[in-house]
């Protein structure tokens, strides 16, 4: 393994920026780490490899820095870095979990959907736990390593399930998750580590979690989305502007709770809706919103709601059939002008 340090422009030890700055996705996650982890004595960060950066190196530097106690590698045991985490939280401690994919929280389902969210009704004390998954598919990892288990989780009462879709949100919502007394699954989409870039703002500034950003304005179409999909939204949003398509891009960050606040507004601006996940196609996110329009703005709708998706089946290996599985541009072009013609 490599030796913890400032590994493919990870934020390195002791680099801890006052001003704006550029960076990845990645980076994002891994200084906002670095920041939780500077100001409050009780973060403390388990998972596996977490020491030599992890995974995809999002903890990279910070075992140097913080010491083996608040940055603790565990066993390859899912089960048993969540069910420890959940009694740090109770105890008065900050967990972060890494899952090393987020497929892998299916081995934690029974701590995270038993005992975490079920705890503060049960008794009546805070879980403010955190645990991180990088999720998605896109690069080449085939169906063991690429899935979107959000929407199973955002159906459990308990949970918060948060999914960033910008580097600004990479850092920002993974502080609020920290501050959120409710235990918070933070779905990562890989392809985004070191694909997205942009600009993270200075100091401790958090984000709110539940409350969704019209991230491109319009007037035609209302598209909602969130996490990896953002980007692809907001590049089928400038190539159909070009054909004089105003396309609205709702980004949802939080896809429980939901902010449907912020979704009813545009499509009543707009009267037409498109929704876009990568996750699979039936009960999803995307199921969730089209029901509450139906139900709370059926008199605003000027057509039916679509949805792009991810077929209702594993994720592929081969290159040329996982592109074809995830919704892009093409795909969501092709549901807006469908949408926007009746």
Not at 97 to 114: H, K, R
Not at 140 to 145: I, K, L, R, S
Request: with cysteine.
């Amino acid at each position: 393994m490599r030796s913890a340090g400032a590994i493919d422009g990870v934020v390195a030890a002791g680099d801890h920026p006052r001003a704006w700055r550029r960076c990845t996705y990645l980076e994002a996650v891994n200084l906002a780490l670095l920041r939780a982890l500077e100001r409050d004595e009780r973060v403390v960060l388990l998972g596996e490899d977490i020491g030599f950066g992890g995974a995809f190196r999002a903890t990279s530097g910070l075992l140097d820095r913080f010491g083996s106690k608040r940055v603790i590698d565990t066993p390859l045991a899912e089960t048993a870095i969540v069910g420890a985490a959940i009694g740090m939280a109770v105890a008065g401690l900050r967990p972060i979990v890494e899952l090393q994919f987020a497929d892998f929280v299916s081995c934690a389902y029974d701590q995270l959907v038993t005992e975490a969210a079920k705890l503060h009704y049960r008794f009546g004390i805070p879980v403010p736990l955190v645990v991180r998954a990088p999720a998605g598919a896109g690069v080449g990892a085939g169906p063991f390593h690429s899935q979107s288990p959000e929407g199973i989780l955002a159906h459990v009462p308990g949970l918060k399930v948060v999914c960033p879709g910008t580097v600004q949100d990479a850092h920002d919502l993974l502080l609020a998750a920290l501050e959120d007394p409710n235990p918070v699954l933070f779905f990562e989409h890989k392809r985004l580590y070191r694909s997205l870039r942009g600009m993270v703002r200075p100091g401790l500034a958090a984000g709110q979690l539940g409350q969704a950003l019209i991230r491109r304005p319009g007037d035609d179409v209302t598209v909602v989305t969130y996490g990896g999909t953002v980007p692809t939204c907001l590049e089928a949003a400038e190539a159909l502007a070009a054909d004089g398509i105003s396309v609205e891009v709702v980004d949802l960050r939080t896809v429980s709770p939901l902010d449907m606040t912020t979704v009813a507004g545009s499509v009543r601006r707009t009267g037409r809706a498109v929704i876009v996940h990568e996750d699979n196609l039936s009960h999803g996110v995307g199921a969730e919103v089209a029901a509450r329009l139906a139900d709370q703005e059926f008199f605003a709708l000027d057509g039916p709601i679509l949805r792009v998706a991810a077929p209702d089946c594993p994720v592929p290996f081969a290159a040329g059939l996982e592109t074809a599985y995830l919704p892009d541009t093409s795909r969501i072009s092709e549901a807006v002008r469908q949408c926007s013609s009746t």
